[in-house]
């Protein structure tokens, strides 16, 4: 039986119903998708719901991330 994990997918709410992620949002983001890729798990996504939803995934978070760490990151 394969017990590897896929991925990972954050969610929380805004309970002020603005789901615009904020500065600590960003970084916590950042502190989580560095730390479990040390063990070869990928963050997928970070949806925060308030009035609606935000996707960092959709919004293209990740992609500037990998941008910037890419060289980081790289074995």
Known sequence: MDL??????LCHDHPSDDQTPSKED???TM???IA???I???LHD?????GGY???ADEGFFDKVRNKLSGLLAV
Do not use: D, F
């Open 46 to 50: 970070h949806v925060i719901i308030g």
């Open 4 to 9: 590897a994990t896929a991925g990972l997918v």
């Open 36 to 38: 479990i890729a040390g």
């Open 26 to 28: 960003k970084h916590l």
């Open 40 to 42: 070869g798990v990928p």
């Open 54 to 56: 935000y996707s960092m």
């Open 31 to 33: 502190q989580v998708a």
